[in-house]
């Protein structure tokens, strides 16, 4: 069955940089293009990022655009998000998903990692 | 990028029909049929439900169902049951190729 595990959550100071992983089993990885969503505590879901299957297509949402990097190694079926100069409102839990049909949707999610931005 | 428009809040009581709206703009619902909408109970990852506008993925229950006019899509969910109540989300892919979700709305069953 397919697996995607987060890790690499924490609590990190502002201004400082986190990097996310996701390691993913049970599916052919490199034929995914691959999400990052995140949940700030109590509220709603925020599409962070995607990249393509073979990481030659990148888009980023407006809120993380030049401060966050989605990238991806198919030789370890391995999935990531480097966060740079990190703000209190980036407090999120960060879920991977894979894409799948025509439009890349999020599909399956791992279970997320916390990240804290805190003073 | 604006976060698509759903209700706050949405209540039936045990076998009843609801319906979720979720309104976007000519930028995104209004122009693709690629409008999915996910599960979530507290604590757990979203779930799957419904994709592009209509589809179900495989294990999902028939009793959810998705459609789509102008700008706004809906989720129905026939049938009412307690293990429906969760919170559920709208998304959507737009014209500059990123993603969009709904603000999320709550089923309470009654």
């Known amino acids: 069955q397919v697996q995607l595990v987060e890790s690499g959550g924490g609590v990190v100071q502002p201004g400082r940089s986190l990097r996310l992983s996701c390691a993913a089993s049970?599916?052919?990885?490199?034929?995914?293009?691959m999400h990052w969503v995140r949940q700030p505590p109590g509220k709603g879901l925020e599409w962070v990022a995607i990249?393509?299957?073979?990481?030659?297509?990148?888009y980023y949402a407006d809120s993380v655009k030049g401060r966050f990097t989605i990238s991806r190694d198919n030789s370890k079926n391995t999935l990531y998000l480097q966060l740079n100069s990190l703000r209190t409102e980036d407090t999120a839990i960060y879920y991977c998903a894979n894409g799948i049909a025509a439009a890349a949707t999020p599909g399956y999610w791992g279970q997320g990692t916390l990240v804290t931005v805190s003073a | 990028q604006s976060a698509l428009t759903q209700p706050a809040s949405v209540s039936g009581s045990p076998g009843q029909s609801i319906t979720i709206s979720c309104t976007g703009t000519s930028s995104d619902v209004g122009t693709y049929n690629f409008v999915s909408w996910y599960q979530q109970h507290p604590g757990k990852a979203p779930k799957l439900m419904i994709y592009?506008?209509?589809n179900r993925p495989s294990g999902i229950s028939d009793r959810f169902s998705g459609s789509k006019s102008g700008n706004t899509a809906y989720l129905t969910i026939s049938g009412l049951q307690a293990e429906d109540e969760a919170h559920y989300y709208c998304?959507?892919?737009?014209?500059?190729?990123?993603?969009?979700f709904g603000g999320g709305t709550k089923v309470t069953v009654l």
């Open positions: 998304s959507s892919f737009t014209t500059s190729r990123t993603h969009v």
């Open positions: 049970g599916l052919m990885f490199s034929d995914f293009g």
């Open positions: 990249i393509s299957y073979d990481g030659k297509n990148i």
């Open positions: 592009e506008v209509t």
